[in-house]
């Protein structure tokens, strides 16, 4: 494949695959009897009455915020320790792997930050807007939760999410080379509604919304943006924001990179032209081959990875039915169709989509295969919408050179092997 807007029709009949040099069956659809490990008696779990059904179990009051099951203790956020120098300017990546629908549950969604989590009584937040109004204004928690709100589900993705991929692969699973990006409910009042009440003057042009954490972090975002879709959150599935994730107050900035979505907001500067911000010279821009950076490259591109299986999350079982799942996201609007490929691109079929197909929202995808037990390339790839397709990483390097660091939303391949182990490499 070398197009990267639209391709023709799939083909993942057995003759084109043994022609690709990888014999599989190709079945595409799972066939024969699903696996039913009991099936015959014999089997204590089945015929011993086991501790948990004879005793009495915890009661109601153990746990008022209840955890996940101890046989879930694996499922954590997890950081790359040599990446960064400290944790208070760092990141970690959420376990995409284990994962499944499009909701990422409060807890395990990838924190970033450049000055640590602030700590913040919702009692002395403010939200103050100044600059270019009519009225500057300044908000407490209550008086935000009196304008109207909206629910929206949306990802955010870091504009540095498969950064350490982009000379060659590089880290041993989908939590490393994708795990920067969560998606969830966000219930806020829409930004448009409290700049209308502050009232924009006709020459402001640009919006600097500026955190409270020590890193007072501040990003440049174009009116038309922050009049669009932005919204001032302050609940994440229903619940409270967590302190990491900007408690009480952040905002959302939908389908455009994850620096812009400032956490524990504080204050709305109307100006009539970006600011410079120190990190921009550096980070935030795409360094290209001629030594020139991109700047203002805010919207994701479609991009896609197969969860499972994955280098974290191993073939567990023989031959037959495989449920290979993965998730696709567009910063345009709503994904249309996910391709995957068996074989390293040679040959494609379009996936199921499942769950809610929303804009700017991840998307759950599926294809239930039987295998056959030999060697999988695995691919994925997206198009959203509007028509636009992920590009492999061959394309992306072409564009771009190697430089960059920001914004690769190339093909990722995962090699899975016959004893169902998965590694991270790449195919040309
Ligand atoms: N105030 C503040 N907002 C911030 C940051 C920060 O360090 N301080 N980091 C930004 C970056 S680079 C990203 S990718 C997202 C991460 O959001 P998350 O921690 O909810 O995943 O928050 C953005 N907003
Ligand atoms: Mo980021």
Redesign the pocket.
Known sequence: MTDTKGSGSPNLSRRSLLKAGLATSGAVAAAGALPATARAGGDPLITEIQDWNRYLGAGVDEAPYGMPSEFEAHVVRRNVPWLTADTVASINFTPLHELDGIITPNGI???????GVAEINPADHRLMINGLVDTPLVFTMKDLKRFPRENHVYF?E??ANGGMEWRGSQLNGCQFTHG?I?NVMYTGVKLKTLLDEAGVKTNGKWLLPE???A?H?TRSIPMEKALDDCLVAFKMNGEALRP???YPLRLVVPGWE??M????LRRLEVGDQPWHHREETSKYTDLLETGKARRFTWVMEPKSVITSPSPQAPVGHGKGPMVISGLAWSGNGRITRVDVSLDGGRNWTTARIDGPSLSKSLHRFYLDIDWDGSELLLQSRAMDEHGFYQPTKDELRAARGENSIYHNNGIQTWYVQKDGAVENVEVS
Request: hydrophobic content about 40%; aromatic content about 12%; proline content about 0%.
């Open positions: 969604c990838f924190e970033r930050h450049h000055g955010l870091c504009a920067m969560h955190g409270a954490d890193a972090m990491e994730q900007g994850g620096n979505w400032v956490k524990w």
